[in-house]
């Protein structure tokens, strides 16, 4: 049999790519991944694992490259029976504990999209490198298993949660968070603590009305902002929200006629505005007006509606004459 040095030498003969210098190969490898922070598969061809078994070289060099290990993501067939489901998540997290080490001190992005089991022994693996954190996504989470991960992140920019199960008593902190700067959150969003002031970018999925103004209200240097609301009441007494800084603004609504957000919106300077009007699929020129007369966006540049055809551009133009662009959703 062929000893692994004289097959090594064997391939270096044929295969020029061996004879390039291992920072030059290391380069190449990282090439091979996704733009971090997204997350390759733990497995298959497109994970980096395929790098350490094609040669002995080859493998060296990436286990020794930290930047390959350091997006982790744990995923699972929600339609897989549930023993599926459990060996499958086992499975994972020994490949991620690997991995942790493998990157070293680097900076980590964490992508969990939970099955309907306990995510305690992923946590337990990934809390002692906590202070690595700096893009967290976890969708499915139940509130009580999130608890746990509670202490300082210095280097956490960006998180994307979905929580599953949230009990009205239960309020997740997090805390000691310098940097954080974007949030993607669902409709448990009140259930969170956040240093909502430090936030340039938010994102508010399947909220009501009435839990999106107090976290608007405290997140004042908000750049941008996209709102999903599902239930349009608004008390008719709420405080109007001051955005000074936010130039970006996503409203998707049911109706936006019934949404007293024209009054309630300050948005002095907002350059790109989009409005998505779910149940009549269209904006009203005077609705339209309303808002951006009430909000005082005297800056806007572009602005994006929902509209079928029922509103021509040339109408929406007309009565908007200093708006530089029109585009619309469902044309």
Known sequence: ???????????????????????MVAEIFMHFLPV??????????ESPALLTQICHPWREIALATPVLWRAISLSFDRDSPFELQVSSFEHQVEI????????????????????????????????????????LHMHGVATFE?????????????LDLSLALAPHDLVVVFKDT????????????????????????????????RACFPILRSAS????????????????????????????????VPNIDNFGVGGVLILPALRDLTI???IRNFVPIPTLTAFIAR??????????????????????????????AFTFIGR
């Open 178 to 209: 310098p940097l954080l700067n974007t949030a993607l959150l669902n409709s448990h969003a009140a259930m969170l603590t956040l240093p909502w002031a430090q936030l340039t970018s938010l994102t508010l999925n399947t909220v009501s009305a």
């Open 36 to 45: 971090y922070p997204l997350c390759p598969p733990l497995v298959g061809l």
């Open 276 to 278: 998505v009007d779910r």
């Open 295 to 324: 909000a005082g966006c005297t800056k806007l540049e572009a602005v994006c509606v929902s509209d079928s055809g029922v509103v021509s551009e040339e109408e929406y133009r007309a009565v908007f004459p200093s708006i530089r």
């Open 1 to 23: 049999m062929e000893s692994p040095s004289a097959s090594d030498e064997r391939r270096t003969k044929y295969s020029p790519v061996l004879t390039l210098p291992i920072e």
């Open 221 to 252: 240097n908000l750049v941008h902002c996209d709102l999903f609301v599902a239930r349009n009441y608004v008390e008719t007494q709420t405080p109007s929200v001051t955005l000074p800084r936010l130039t970006s603004l996503v409203f998707n």
């Open 96 to 135: 991620s504990d690997s991995w942790l080490s493998r990157s070293r001190s680097l900076p980590l992005s964490i992508r969990v999209d939970a099955p309907t089991i306990t995510l305690s022994p992923f946590f337990a693996r990934i809390i002692p490198h906590r202070q690595r954190w700096e893009y």
């Open 146 to 158: 999130l608890v746990a991960i509670d202490g300082p992140m210095p280097l956490l920019r960006c």
